[in-house]
């Protein structure tokens, strides 16, 4: 069975500020990767997605995020946040052609203005 | 299109009643999950479909039972309302092809 892994519960940041949320999955074959977003009262909508190619996935709103698959990560990245990223985040792996999805635990960022 | 639709949004069962959450997608997708959110724990699968007149369990299945009533929908079951069911419940769809889910908004449930 797969696991994933988020390294931090919670993040609080400054406007401007980059943000890294790291992700870890235990899985031995083939990974589709995806980060979804949780802005507070809605609910989870996908920010990107990687299923194979380039490692290096563009998502929106300025995301990103790098599969390594020799660490077994797939890190989210933001150069410059807004106040409006403040929301949860959730990295989710599913192995091959597995239907199921296993999420992290989520991590909240928090943007202060 | 709406996407995918979830009723009722709150709900408050007292323990061991009943109910049904439903939920709907007009998005064509063969596999549709019910998945619980809990706090510390992310989301976890409960049950899904995937396809049209197959259900499977997920991780939590415990204490609930499902329908996949057509390609639209997928009812989740609490037959006797338990405190520790008390959570925000989540419908999603997904084409058959690729794993990406979309999401409905939420039935925030509690039992007391």
């Known amino acids: 069975a797969q696991s994933v892994s988020q390294h931090n519960h919670h993040v609080i940041l400054s406007e401007a500020a980059s943000l890294e949320l790291g992700c870890n999955y235990s899985?031995?074959?083939?990974?589709?990767l995806f980060w979804y977003v949780q802005y507070p009262g809605q609910h989870l909508q996908l920010l990107l997605k990687?299923?194979?190619?380039?490692?290096l996935v563009k998502g929106i709103k300025g995301f990103e995020a790098e599969f390594i698959k020799s660490k077994f990560s797939f890190n989210l990245r933001k150069p410059s946040v807004q106040w409006s990223d403040t929301a949860e985040y959730f990295c989710?792996?599913?192995?091959?052609?597995?239907?199921?999805?296993?999420f992290g635990a989520g991590t909240t960022v928090t943007v202060r203005a | 299109n709406a996407g995918v639709t979830q009723t009722p949004k709150f709900q408050v069962l007292k323990t061991g009643q009943s109910m049904t959450l439903q939920c709907a997608q007009d998005?064509?997708?063969?596999?549709m999950y019910w998945y619980r959110q809990d706090p510390g724990m992310g989301l976890r699968l409960i049950y899904y479909?995937?396809?049209?007149?197959?259900?499977d369990k997920g991780e939590v299945p415990n204490g609930y039972n499902v329908s996949r009533l057509n390609k639209r929908e997928f009812s989740l079951r609490l037959e006797s309302a338990a405190p520790s069911q008390t959570s925000v419940y989540f419908c999603?769809?997904?084409?058959?092809?690729?794993?990406?889910?979309?999401f409905g908004p939420g039935t925030r449930l509690t039992v007391l």
């Open positions: 989710a792996v599913n192995g091959g052609n597995d239907y199921k999805l296993s």
């Open positions: 899985y031995g074959g083939t990974v589709n």
């Open positions: 990687y299923f194979s190619g380039d490692p």
């Open positions: 998005m064509n997708h063969n596999s």
């Open positions: 479909s995937a396809s049209e007149g197959t259900t």
């Open positions: 999603a769809g997904g084409p058959i092809s690729y794993n990406e889910q979309f």
